[in-house]
């Protein structure tokens, strides 16, 4: 079956903190890996990551894949307020297929 | 572009009643739609594939005699939850993937969600 793990669960910091969110996975005919940001209603797409060890950045944002590892990171540098919010990372595979993880409620303090 | 939408996007019906969400890409065609479901504090769970002019694939667990998915056309697919009981209470949320080689190549847009609240 699979499996798409998050962690930390919860993270609260400070307004200016940088944070790295963690995403583990085990599926089957891995695809790609997707992270999302979810607020109050549905996820808005922040990356897609296809090809390891090539970081992607968006502003604040950026991104990583490690496919030996199975494994992803999401940093988030001089957090501020607006950035509170669930993160979700999915695995998607060949059929399009996402498996979302628990994701991570993260809370910027200001 | 790229947009989905979900109609309604809330509410609240009477146990045993059933309930019809749509979900509509605006801007491109979509042959697959998938449909999602979230708990409060839990993440998306898939529940089925809808794809155009066929039946849906549903997951493990999911019953497809109450969660009832038509996919009539490239632009709208439908969820009905039929005799629904409190413990259907969720968030649904429906993806739209576009067309190989189309405008919005392969990628999956997430339509804004509906509430449902079953008395």
């Known amino acids: 079956e699979d499996k798409v793990v998050q962690s930390p669960l919860s993270l609260v910091v400070h307004e200016g903190d940088t944070v790295t969110l963690n995403c583990s996975y085990e599926?089957?005919?891995?695809?790609?890996l997707l992270w999302y940001k979810q607020e109050k209603k549905a996820p808005t797409f922040l990356f897609m990551l296809?090809?390891?060890?090539i970081e992607k950045k968006s502003g604040r944002l950026s991104s990583i894949l490690d496919k030996k590892e199975l494994f992803s990171i999401l940093n988030i540098t001089a957090t501020q307020t607006g950035d509170s919010a669930i993160y979700l990372c999915?695995?998607?595979?060949?059929?399009?297929?996402?498996?979302f993880g628990t994701g991570t409620r993260l809370t910027i303090i200001p | 572009g790229a947009v989905v939408s979900q109609h309604p996007s809330w509410v609240i019906c009477k146990s045993g009643t059933s309930v019809k969400i749509e979900c509509r890409s605006l801007?491109?065609?979509?042959?697959?739609m998938f449909w999602y479901r979230q708990f409060p504090k839990q993440s998306l769970m898939l529940m089925a594939t809808?794809?155009?002019?066929?039946?849906?694939?549903?997951e493990q667990g999911v019953e497809k005699d109450k969660f009832l998915i038509n996919h009539a056309s490239l632009t709208l697919s439908t969820l009905t939850v039929t005799s629904a009981h409190p413990e259907d209470s969720s968030f649904y949320i429906c993806?739209?993937?576009?067309?190989?080689?189309?405008?919005?190549?392969?990628?999956?847009?997430f339509g804004p969600g509906t509430r449902l609240t079953v008395l």
């Open positions: 296809t090809s390891s060890g």
């Open positions: 993806s739209a993937r576009g067309l190989a080689g189309g405008p919005v190549d392969n990628e999956q847009f």
């Open positions: 599926v089957t005919n891995f695809r790609s």
């Open positions: 999915a695995g998607r595979i060949r059929n399009e297929k996402l498996t």
């Open positions: 801007d491109f065609q979509a042959t697959t």
């Open positions: 809808s794809n155009e002019g066929s039946k849906a694939t549903y």
